[in-house]
């Protein structure tokens, strides 16, 4: 089945940076014509959609991480990366790769949850003051 595995969590300075990365095996699942999707869950909050890129490079950000985020990937790696820049303690959380290897009607990219099939267990970023 597809699997999605997390790294590249851990912790850092207000205003540093991290990349998250998601390999993203399965023979069901096409990194380059399917999609990825990256979501967080912060202290007391609901699961949210930060960033997706969808099939030909479509790509979508949440308004609390534009500018600040970036999310591209590798098809020969078959991984998608999350690059955070100029983190802020809020942005501690865990953190989720997501993907969907179906059109379904869904209006990609998409940062909504239940738009995905697919998801890894999650890394952990903790930003300090």
């Known amino acids: 089945q597809v699997q999605l595995v997390e790294s590249g969590g851990g912790s850092v300075q207000s205003g540093g940076s991290l990349t998250l990365s998601c390999v993203i095996s399965g023979d069901t699942f096409d990194i380059g014509t399917g999609h990825v999707g990256w979501f967080r869950r912060l202290p007391g909050k609901e699961r949210e959609g930060i960033a997706a890129l969808a099939f030909r490079s479509s790509i979508i950000y949440a308004d609390s991480v534009k500018g600040r985020f970036a999310i591209s990937h590798s098809n020969a790696k078959k991984t998608s990366y999350l690059q955070m820049n100029n983190l802020k303690p809020e942005d501690t959380g865990m953190y989720y790769c997501?993907?969907?290897?179906?059109?379904?009607?869904?209006?990609?990219?998409?940062?909504?949850?239940?738009?995905?099939?697919?998801w890894g267990r999650g890394t952990q970023v903790t930003v300090s003051s």
């Open positions: 997501a993907a969907a290897q179906t059109w379904r009607g869904i209006n990609w990219p998409s940062l909504s949850a239940p738009a995905y099939d697919y």
